[in-house]
């Protein structure tokens, strides 16, 4: 089990950043995905041991997060969202330092470091100090810096924000490599819908402090029942007539050929073939369309809140 | 895996994330967090030229040590022409004692210009996450910095130190160098006073501080302007105020370590005037306050800010 919560609770004064948060997520990429506020940053600092929690336990690769950070720290690699760095060294120099800081020798630090600067794809311009880098060769040389002591687990928070959509789509090509390489499982934060939908085959969804959804990205598209898109031969609003009459939801929009079927609960493609034979309809081509993650997040949060 | 054939039957290959097959033993992280601390302070001009006049002093002293030690060697026929030796040079003492005592000032300032940013600049650039998001204690850190500001005063005095005492005894007459064997035991003692005040005030300091060079400025400014009103005070009658200073408790302890006897010379090169303290005890518990809240006000900041 990569990451596993019970009811963590973490309070800055008066606001709740964390309300009983209790969960368990596996996987080899793990989106932890909510909007801004919603308790991502907070949770993997206490993962980290960076921030303590007023309550609850955290388990980050079966170790006991807020009893032995040292030994999480070991396992685990960490891109904060923020600057954290030091102005003065080179993107050569972070990286070889961040691992010298895990206790590699500076020799083998500095073998390291070209290798993830190499898979980061920063080229010459490791040799530069990181003060003058743009969003995109800091964020690069920030996963550089979380990989270069072979951690079991990454986290990544906010990876991609502020990066146009270039350097983004080689930083999400990047986190694809890695899942499905011999790299580190990958805790990835964002609000971002579609980072998690192209890297990740976990999710963690939060709001408010607390976590709506944990399981996988399929189980959480399958929860919604979809829609079904019916093309049939003749006058489409027959069927569609026929169709409400059984409880389902119908929508007459694009071809005039076409309908948008949603199912009522407990039903399946059966209901679309008996309302059609009840209308005397043909059907020419009958599709299931699967939710997309943007509904079925919003259904996740929607449902329990 | 893409593999490209290579002149000899090499082969240069294109990997992807490679796991390290070997990580070696865990070194200790204080050590790089030290070197990269003097690597970026050795980036500044400042630093350069502040180290110079460091040497500088220590050239100065070497040649008045020498100086001594040829005039005691060969000093029948100089005192034949009519310069007594007595009062040209002063003691390998007074050399050492000075050398401790100017020396310590000149330090003040390579390690407020060297560390004065260590733990400040790390707070302004919110590099704390950087360093504790990795398998690193409060511990390490405060190692790691500490002994990065140690190493200056240990380089600019200590070693100088040990390096102007090797040179008397090798230069001095046989008769004079039974004696000089044990004058390592008290320069070295107040080496080491000077070197942890220095360092222990200079992270306290810059762990409160949010720039670099304010806290340099602070630190120099507020030595010199602690300095001017404790001698106000003493010379108004407050002695106690004396032991506030920590150049003046320094001196106390250096004086009655080391026992210089003030030559002609001496008296020029530092002045006839040498402010003390009544009580060397009082002086040392003094020094080691200052240490003690030094060292205090950084271990408190890093425990506000980092969790344990």
């Not at chain 1, 890297?199 to 996988?216: E, F, L, N, R």
């Not at chain 2, 090169?269 to 518990?285: A, D, E, T």
Request: glycine fraction near 12%; charge should be neutral; include cysteine.
């Amino acid at each position: 089990m990569l990451l596993a919560f019970s009811d963590v609770q973490k309070r800055f004064g008066a606001t709740h950043a964390l309300r009983d948060v209790s969960g368990q997520i596996d996987g080899r990429a793990v989106g932890l995905l909510g909007p801004n506020g919603a308790g991502k940053t907070t949770l993997m600092k206490i993962c980290l041991g960076l921030l303590a929690p007023d309550g609850g336990r955290v388990e980050v690769l079966g170790i006991d997060a807020t009893r032995d950070p040292t030994a999480v720290r070991l396992k685990l690699g960490y891109a904060a969202e923020g600057p954290g760095r030091i102005p003065g060294l080179s993107g050569l120099e972070s990286v070889a330092y961040a691992a010298e800081l895990c206790g590699l020798r500076r020799r083998k630090a500095l073998l390291r470091a070209h290798e993830m600067l190499d898979l980061v794809g920063l080229d010459e311009s490791r040799h530069r100090p990181v003060e003058t880098y743009s969003t995109g060769m800091h964020q690069r040389v920030k996963v550089a810096m979380a990989l270069v002591h072979d951690p079991q687990l990454v986290m990544l928070d906010e990876p991609t924000s502020g990066l146009d959509p270039d350097s983004r789509d080689e930083l999400l090509d990047l986190i694809v490599q890695l899942r499905e390489g011999e790299g580190p499982a990958i805790v990835l934060s964002t609000h971002l819908l579609h980072d998690v939908e192209r890297t990740c085959d976990s999710v963690m969804i939060m709001q408010a402090g607390t976590v709506k959804y944990a399981g996988t990205l399929d189980a959480l598209q399958t929860r919604l029942p979809g829609e079904y898109h019916v093309r049939v031969a003749s006058g489409r609003p027959a069927l569609a007539a026929a169709l409400r009459e059984r409880g389902a939801t119908v929508g007459e929009r694009g071809r005039p050929d076409l309908l948008h079927v949603a199912l009522p609960p407990n039903t399946d493609a059966d209901l679309i073939w008996a309302a059609a034979t009840a209308s005397g309809d043909t059907i020419l081509q009958l599709e299931q369309k699967a939710a997309s993650l943007e509904e079925a997040f919003m259904a996740a949060v929607a449902e329990q809140s | 895996m893409s593999d490209t054939p290579f002149e000899g039957g090499d082969r240069v290959f294109e990997v992807g994330y490679r796991p390290m097959p070997d990580r070696g033993k865990r070194q200790p992280p204080a050590v790089a967090i030290a070197r990269t601390m003097l690597t970026l302070a050795w980036r500044q001009r400042a630093t350069k030229i502040v180290l110079l006049v460091c040497l500088g002093v220590l050239a100065g002293h070497g040649v008045w040590l020498v100086g001594q030690l040829l005039f005691e060697r060969f000093g029948a026929e100089v005192g034949a022409a009519g310069m007594p030796v007595g009062e040209l040079v002063g003691s390998a003492r007074e050399v050492l004692a000075n050398f401790l005592r100017v020396q310590f000032f000149t330090t003040a300032i390579a390690v407020a210009v060297i560390a004065g940013g260590a733990i400040a600049e790390d707070r302004a650039a919110g590099a704390f996450d950087l360093y504790f998001a990795r398998p690193l204690t409060r511990a390490d850190y405060a190692w790691g910095k500490l002994g990065g500001a140690g190493l200056v005063p240990f380089v600019t005095i200590l070693l100088p130190v040990v390096l102007l005492w090797l040179t008397a005894i090798g230069i001095a007459p046989p008769a004079l160098r039974s004696e000089l064997w044990w004058l390592a035991v008290p320069a070295l003692g107040g080496g080491i006073l000077s070197v942890l005040v220095l360092a222990t005030t200079i992270i306290g300091l810059s762990a409160v501080g949010q720039k670099a060079r304010t806290v340099s400025i602070a630190y120099v400014a507020g030595l010199l302007v602690l300095s001017g009103i404790v001698e106000g005070l003493t010379n108004g009658g407050f002695a106690l105020a004396g032991y506030i200073a920590p150049e003046r408790s320094l001196h106390t302890v250096i004086d009655w370590l080391l026992a210089p006897e003030q030559s002609m010379l001496g008296s020029q090169v530092s002045g006839r005037y040498r402010p003390i303290n009544h009580s060397v005890f009082g002086s040392l518990v003094a020094l080691l306050g200052w240490a003690g809240a030094g060292f205090g006000l950084f271990w408190w900041r890093l425990r506000s800010e980092v969790v344990g």
